[in-house]
């Protein structure tokens, strides 16, 4: 039963995908005055399948001296990370109840790190390694800050598993009683998925797309589907953990809806950032901040228990 359910949300989630690449690129049309796609099928709805099946045609390129066997695979691992992810969503049927979910989270963060180092040492090209590395940098710096970000709300549930949310924010959504702690989450949310105005992996202007830039056909394809899986997974722990997490409700779908055009928006609307304000955001502002906020729950935690 939960291998069918989860085959059946994995088919949803990849359909997803293809339509927040539409929404995006609608939405980055018409902040820049312009029409998006809008021919093929009605308002291009079908532009998505097709842009899918024309990256899985095209001519797979391996680059010269590449270690071969790492290149191939880093994609495929990138991939299978983003559907471990989804094994989180909280199912509320009982077909499986995950006690230790935020650590798994973490975990799964984490490995995705070694996806992006190898895949761009791997292409043996300059241009994917220095976009590699400095991709690792911004995600295992603002990976400290989530985890502080996550250790907050844990305080207010004494628990791991998500469907806890829900039951805790019952009256009372934890946006209002930690509404600093919300903008620096979704902040964080952009860093980790290389987001706008923090997408330097894939700075056009300066690193020719960063660690990506030697993948053509379906090794491309995964790594785009890894990306904006992870996008929708991270809107999807923000709803959970700050904005009411009410499985029973269609709200929550139009809620993370709302999450996914925020990202559109920032990327839409502002610049990027400069790499050293970046690492200086992290660690001189998100992390103090969250530190000291989890001092001072923990504080009143132990007032009230002692």
Same mark, same amino acid.
Request: proline share 5%; glycine share 4%.
């Given at each position: 039963m939960f291998m069918l359910i989860y085959m059946l949300e994995m088919i949803c989630i990849l359909i997803c995908v293809s339509? %927040?690449?539409?929404?995006?690129?609608? %939405?980055?049309?018409?902040?820049q005055i312009r029409k998006g796609p809008n021919k093929l099928g009605f308002m291009g709805i079908l532009q998505p399948f097709s842009d899918g099946i024309k990256l899985f045609f095209?001519?797979?390129?391996?680059?010269?001296?590449?270690?071969s066997l790492i290149y191939y695979f880093c994609p495929i691992f990138l991939l299978f990370l983003s559907f471990c992810l989804w094994m989180l969503f909280p199912i509320l049927v009982n077909v499986i109840n995950f006690d230790y979910g935020i650590l798994f989270f973490m975990v799964c963060t984490g490995m995705g790190v070694y996806?992006?180092?190898l895949s761009g040492w791997s292409s043996?090209?300059?241009?994917?390694?220095l976009g590699s590395l400095r991709s690792v940098a911004q995600v295992i710096s603002y990976e400290v800050s989530m985890i502080m970000i996550m250790l907050c709300t844990i305080i207010f549930i004494f628990s791991y598993n998500l469907l806890d949310y829900m039951y805790y924010q019952n009256m009372c959504w934890?946006?209002?009683?930690?509404f600093p702690l919300f903008f620096c989450w979704f902040s964080s949310?952009?860093?980790?998925?290389?987001?706008?105005?923090?997408?330097?992996?894939?700075g056009e202007s300066e690193l020719v797309s960063g660690f990506n830039v030697e993948y053509s056909s379906g090794g491309f394809a995964f790594i785009f589907l890894s990306e904006y899986m992870n996008i929708i997974f991270m809107s999807m722990l923000t709803v959970i953990m700050f904005l009411g997490c009410d499985l029973w409700s269609f709200l929550f779908y139009v809620k993370i809806v709302l999450i996914i055009f925020w990202f559109i928006w920032i990327r839409g609307v502002l610049p990027r950032f400069r790499y050293d304000k970046l690492m200086y955001l992290s660690w001189k502002l998100?992390?103090?901040?969250?530190?000291?906020?989890?001092?001072?729950y923990l504080g009143i935690l132990g007032y009230m228990l002692y």
């Open positions: 339509f %927040v690449t539409l929404l995006e690129r609608k %939405v980055l049309g018409y902040i095209k001519e797979s390129m391996l680059p010269y001296k590449s270690n996806g992006i180092m043996n090209s300059n241009y994917a390694l934890f946006m209002y009683m930690n949310c952009l860093a980790e998925t290389n987001r706008s105005p923090f997408d330097f992996a894939e998100f992390l103090p901040f969250s530190l000291n906020l989890l001092l001072f």
